[in-house]
């Protein structure tokens, strides 16, 4: 992430919005993502920085997986 988020800058981000892909807020999230973000905006400081909640807190990807499990091989 940090070489991705350095490249968007390069490329003349000035916003870069982080969407953690995982199910919940485990350990990385919580914990680790943070400690990264802060890192990021010592990095790049005139960067706006944004961490988005985890994928899988969003209401719209758990109905979509059940919607799979459900289906089963279509």
Known sequence: MVSA????????????RVLPLFF???????????????????RHPGVRLEQLPTAGEDPRLTTLLAQIALEGNA
Request: net charge negative.
């Open 5 to 16: 988020v350095a490249d968007l800058v390069a490329r003349g981000a000035t916003t870069v």
């Open 24 to 42: 919940g807020m485990g350990k990385h999230a919580r914990e680790d993502l943070p400690e990264i973000m802060k890192e990021l905006a010592v």
